[in-house]
């Protein structure tokens, strides 16, 4: 755990004398990813940014892959100004299908207390590919991207 700390901060030091406007930690070698990831994961990181909390100076967010539910039990826990994650949709991946379930989280962050958690939106994960018959353009104009405190559109 202390390698990983060790590399975070070198990351996190890196990205802010760079000048970066925001960082973002994620959990991107949870290899293979899964889409309920388990407590320890999001312990884990949990225990790295509070680690370096006293160094961070700029806006932070977090991504606990494929899990948006954790990513926000996360950010609530250490204050994290966003999310990004995988919001809607039903994929075929990497690891198996998979299939989101939007209402559940956004009414997750409203119960933890998270609304004011901004959201990052990644409309079509770069490792699985839509099963609907969509084109992107059309799935960034659903009605669910708009309801939830101040969304973005991430187009990764």
Known sequence: MNWVIDRAHDDLMALQNGGVDAVMFSNE???????????????AMARIIGQLMSEIRVPFGVNVLWD??????????TNAKFIREIFTGAY???????DTNVGETIRHQHRIGAGHVKTLFNIV???AVYLGNR????L?????????????????
Do not use: H
């Open 92 to 98: 075929a991946s990497d690891f198996g299908v998979w």
């Open 125 to 127: 994960p770069e490792a």
């Open 135 to 138: 084109m992107s353009a059309q």
């Open 68 to 77: 948006p539910v954790a990513s926000f039990d996360l950010a609530m826990a």
């Open 140 to 156: 960034r104009n659903r009605p669910y991207l708009i309801i939830t405190p101040m969304p973005c559109a991430s187009l990764a």
């Open 29 to 43: 070698f949870s290899l293979p990813y899964l889409t309920k990831v388990r407590p320890e994961t999001t312990a």
